[in-house]
């Protein structure tokens, strides 16, 4: 089953690719557990060879990832009462 990423849904940095800052927030890295929403997703033949979701992150700032690097948050609802959030 895939992943679908969409426009609006809440998703987490997890990959740890790029370094751990405020634009690439870390999930329980240094800047704690910051989610983020989708706010564009490009239209790319090969979705995986590029920068194609473009995030913003509840502490402010904004970013692009592969798809890879990101994880769906399933239930926001959820994740907000556990995280404080």
Not at 17 to 33: A, F, S
Not at 50 to 77: A, C, T
Request: charged share 25%.
């Amino acid at each position: 089953m895939s992943i679908k990423f969409k426009v609006g849904s809440r998703v987490k940095y997890v990959s740890g690719k790029y370094i751990d800052v405020d634009w690439n927030p870390l999930w329980g890295g240094k800047c704690g557990k910051i989610l983020g929403t989708i706010v564009r997703i490009s239209a790319a033949e090969d979705q995986h060879s590029m920068l194609d979701v473009y995030v913003e992150w509840d502490n402010g700032q904004s970013n692009s990832y592969k798809r890879r690097d990101l994880e769906l948050i399933h239930n926001p609802i959820i994740t907000s009462i556990l995280y404080g959030m």
